[in-house]
DNA sequence: TATTGTTATACTCTATAACTATA
DNA sequence: TATAGTTATAGAGTATAACAATA
């Protein structure tokens, strides 16, 4: 776990790498959108399906904390609630022990919804995944591991 | 240089590791998009960046290439374009054998903007990957050339 | 008629700044 | 005063459908 002292390493193909990085990322985005999207009638976009799963893994969850974890402005997630209460995916009630706190909740129809349109994206990218040999599959899970845990803090000077 | 050996495999599940992508997959775009924006004042979004990119890869290109490339309508590339011919970093001329086709084509305003936005989110890429051992660094670069492979044509029913 | 783009229209996402309500 | 959200405002991205221009 000791991470890699950097001395002076220049590694110039990391720049390439990047770009790699970069290229499939946003290819996996357009996949994922498209499909999202597409899961008619629940056709959610991809900001409300972060907001929903945030939610369903988070009852109770205040707005700042769902903005935070989605990474967007709290105004933004102020109005991306609007819709999705407005759809009645979601419930935004006054937190009793404080009133300025927001207490989101998922609806029936928001799991519903959710399962549909998140869980059938999941599937459909499943369904992709398994066209890969079990080491190639192997190799992509332990890849997203190591991302994510690059990008989640940025302290990538002593790791955790 | 040896990619990292995956002994015991257990790929409990393909969904969960679809689970991890997409989740992966999410949080890098998060981390691109606030790093393509906060490049001013050149400041780009993804899709403008995009479509840059595109154009500077394939001088002269129609919309309509574009707009397959970067996966969006062509009534989304064709507002884009505007944007961007307005900010001059692109020109859009008629072609002459076939006036109803358009020349897309990167200004040096175009090419400047492109360098200092695009590239510079690159680099930053580049270091937060440098942190990264060389088997992790192999790891996850070969991780994204399958995955490209793997979502680049459709047929997720035979493979290739 | 078929092809290549553009316009009209309508939503969603997003942020900054100003404001409200509660502590 | 400080905190949690909301509203006002503004601009970009997106799609579908109707339209225009060229072949």
Redesign the pocket.
């Known amino acids: 776990m000791t991470k890699p002292e950097q001395q002076d390493i220049v590694v110039p193909g990391t720049t390439a790498g990047a770009s790699a990085v970069m290229e499939t990322v946003l290819l996996l985005m357009?996949t994922i959108?498209?499909e999202m999207?597409g899961h008619r009638p629940a056709g959610?976009?991809?900001?409300?399906m972060?907001v929903l799963t945030f939610i369903r893994g988070n009852d109770g969850a205040?707005?700042?904390?769902a903005?935070e974890h989605?990474?967007?402005?709290?105004?933004?997630?102020?109005?991306?609630?609007?819709?999705?209460v407005?759809?009645e995916l979601v419930t935004?009630t006054?937190?009793?022990?404080?009133?300025?706190?927001?207490?989101?909740r998922l609806t029936t129809a928001g799991h519903a919804t959710l399962a549909q349109s998140h869980d059938a994206t999941l599937t459909r990218l499943a369904e992709r995944l398994d066209h890969l040999t079990p080491d190639e599959q192997n190799n992509v899970f332990q890849a997203m591991n190591t991302l994510t845990k690059l990008f989640t803090d940025d302290p990538p000077a002593t790791g955790d």
Chains 1, 2 share one sequence.
Do not use: H
């Not at 205040?62 to 904390?65: A, E």
């Not at 009793?96 to 989101?104: A, F, K, N, S």
């Open positions: 357009q959108r498209v999207r959610l976009s991809v900001p409300q972060r205040s707005l700042s904390s903005a989605v990474g967007v402005a709290l105004s933004s997630m102020s109005k991306l609630v609007d819709g999705l407005a759809r935004r006054a937190a009793p022990e404080d009133r300025r706190r927001v207490i989101l």
